[in-house]
């Protein structure tokens, strides 16, 4: 796993709000950028806003914990 990511997942901790359960979320430089239960609705998107950058992409459970 390269460095950043390591310190992505800590950062995050496997817990997110309540109110991603469920969804996909689009992770740019630390911050969610995006989320909804369908990944082909958002991907697009997240292409279009933020050209050049790689997204970290993870489903987030119903119980709210990131699925890493």
Do not use: Q, T
Not at 34 to 40: E, F, N, P, R, T
Not at 41 to 47: A, E, P, Q, T
Request: aromatic fraction near 6%; charge should be negative.
């Amino acid at each position: 796993m390269e460095r950043g990511l390591e310190d992505l997942d800590r950062h995050i901790n496997g817990n997110v709000d309540e109110s991603y359960a469920g969804k996909w979320i689009v992770i740019i430089d630390d911050e969610i950028v995006a989320s909804d239960a369908d990944l082909d609705n958002i991907i697009g998107d997240v292409r279009k806003k933020y050209p050049g950058k790689i997204p970290y992409v993870r489903k987030a459970l119903e119980s709210g914990e990131i699925l890493l």
